[in-house]
């Protein structure tokens, strides 16, 4: 079987015309695999604003509600845009009622005027949990079956707040059950929960992370990791001009230059892939046929 997991993270996902970019890249690749599972991060900026908006809340600021109201505002954007009338109700609805749990934790917070790293983990967990469940919808707006998975049923983690270990075990073993028979999956990433069901966070930039174990667990042929600049590159790209796109790189020197802070992809996203031999491309949404970097063993 021929299984992709594909990855949207950082400006990719900013906003509905991105957005649109991804879909049609993913419905380009829909046809040619036997299943894919995408893997979203957060609207872009959205993981900052909800800390913002929980240590806000914390120190008894009521300008977290102005956070709140902006937070909100980014996603119904998306859906006044991308989901289409006959969905629109439903959808709004679901989504409604996430913004009311998070207006709750959020209010709990201001009433305890503390934040306790659980109650973090579970604001920031709202950035994945409405990308994904947004950008599902979206995908079943232009015409294609997409299956919504809620990311804490199937990683499994510690009680580690805000850098919680994997239950590698446990989580494979939920993945492969989870993805049986569908062909088309979304799931947020960087989320997961404990094994008594409270959320956790796999680390900022996590979300890559969730993609490398998702398709380990599922012997995938391939990780994409489709992010805003066209691959690993020499230097950083938003500091120096002259830097030089790296088409091919071994696992052990990504996942050095990973560790020593190249920001195109979460350190922790090499393993998985190392132990199953699964290449891991990063592509770039702007520019969806450049060839991208590709990290084997090789
Ligand atoms: N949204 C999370 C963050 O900003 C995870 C991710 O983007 O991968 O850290
Ligand atoms: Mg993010």
């Not at 649109?20 to 957060?42: E, F, H």
């Not at 409604?96 to 207006?103: A, H, S, T, V």
């Not at 069901?197 to 667990?217: E, F, I, K, N, P």
Request: glycine share 8%.
């Amino acid at each position: 079987m021929n299984i992709k997991v594909m990855k949207f993270g950082g400006t990719s996902v900013a906003h509905a015309s991105n957005i649109n970019k991804v879909i049609d890249i993913i419905l380009d690749v829909n046809n040619k695999s036997d299943k894919i599972v995408i893997v979203v991060s957060a609207l872009s900026g959205i993981t900052d604003d909800l800390i913002m908006l929980a240590n806000l809340a914390s120190k008894g600021d009521l300008k977290y509600k102005i956070i709140f109201q902006a937070i909100c505002g980014r996603h119904d954007q998306v859906i006044k845009e991308l989901i289409d009338l006959k969905n629109k109700k439903r959808v709004v609805q679901e989504i409604n009622e996430k913004y009311d749990e998070l207006e709750k934790i959020t209010a709990n917070i201001f009433s305890a005027g503390e934040l306790s790293l659980s109650a973090l983990d579970a604001v920031m967990s709202f950035g994945e949990r409405l990308s994904s469940y947004i950008i599902g919808e979206a995908i079943e707006s232009r015409g294609i079956a997409c299956e919504f998975v809620d990311s804490r049923e199937i990683i499994k983690t510690d009680d580690n707040f805000g850098g919680a270990s994997v239950d590698l075990e446990k989580s494979h073993k939920l993945i492969s059950d989870h993805f049986k028979n569908g062909t088309l999956y979304i799931m947020g990433g960087f989320i997961g929960s404990t094994k008594d069901g409270q959320t956790t966070t796999l680390s900022r930039g996590g979300s890559d992370y969730t993609a490398s174990l998702v398709g380990a667990a599922l012997d995938a042929a391939v990780i994409e990791i489709w992010t805003d600049v066209d691959g690993i590159m020499t230097e950083d790209p938003k500091k120096m001009k002259n830097a030089l796109l790296i088409p091919e790189i071994s696992y052990e020197k990504a996942e050095e230059m990973a560790y020593n802070g190249a920001k195109v992809i979460h350190p922790k996203t090499i393993r998985p892939a190392v132990l199953k031999n699964i290449p891991i491309y990063v592509k770039n949404t702007f520019n969806p046929r450049g060839s991208g970097t590709k990290i084997s063993n090789r």
